[in-house]
């Protein structure tokens, strides 16, 4: 179902991803190979910008968690907003570990390749490649966002984390960042085209970081886990195990 909300939505996603073609290519010329900062920070604009003109503004809490430097953010994946939503109203440089079909999208796949994120295949050996090529990156001082999930949720409730995020954290010797993002599936749900319609009453939650320091991968990856648990309504929260 395409609804003028949802069409419109789309439109301005694509409308401003064309109009920052030009800047992208200017900052990827001259900017730090290893980082390229700028290009994430105009992905940001351009997120920032379509969303707001679409009528769409989650609430932001916990800002004041943001770490000033790199760092892994963990966060639940229930829609192709996500991204949109991570890189418009959260003001720092982000990356994505995303797949790989997400990359080839005209207009929107060719500036995060020029920003360094990393794709993600179907193969075991493409998923050997994104780890190597994500704690490469991150160990350059760059900030990913990693969906533990593996994929978005077809219901919307939180489901169990693979451990990846967590081993690349450890292994670059970066903080752990939790972000819940509550109230977006229903607007986007998996497996449509479009928006069903601008959304509201989202809700977004930056944790405190966790530190790695005396901690066991097992002991960071539950953490993780219940730290976005709890910032999620009650029908997105985990099944009870």
């Not at 160990?139 to 999930?149: A, C, M, Q, R, T």
């Amino acid at each position: 179902m395409i609804t003028p909300g949802g069409f419109r939505m789309g439109f301005l996603v694509f409308l401003i991803a064309l109009l920052v073609q030009i800047p992208i290519m200017i900052a990827y010329a001259v900017g730090d190979r290893d980082k390229q900062h700028t290009i994430d920070y105009i992905i940001g604009f351009w997120a920032f910008a379509s969303m707001r003109l679409s009528g769409y503004s989650p609430h932001v809490a916990g800002l004041e968690n943001l770490p000033r430097g790199p760092a892994v953010y963990v966060v639940n994946h229930t829609s192709f907003l996500d991204i949109l939503t991570l890189s418009g109203f959260i003001p720092r440089p982000l990356k994505y570990v995303s797949k790989d079909s997400i990359l080839k999208i005209p207009l929107i796949g060719w500036p995060m390749k020029l920003a360094g994120h990393v794709p993600l295949g179907n193969s075991r050996r493409s998923q050997v490649a994104t780890y190597r090529d994500t704690v490469a990156s991150l160990s350059k001082g760059n900030s990913f966002v990693i969906f533990p999930e593996g994929g978005r949720s077809d219901d919307g409730r939180l489901q169990p984390f693979k451990k990846g995020a967590v081993k690349m954290a450890l292994q670059a010797g970066l903080p752990l960042v939790p972000i819940s993002i509550g109230g977006l599936a229903q607007w986007y749900p998996k497996g449509t085209l479009l928006p069903r319609y601008v959304p509201r009453g989202v809700e977004v939650i930056v944790h405190p970081t966790i530190e790695l320091a005396g901690r066991s991968e097992d002991e960071l990856h539950r953490m993780a886990f219940e730290a976005i648990d709890s910032g999620l309504p009650p029908y997105q929260r985990a099944v009870a195990q």
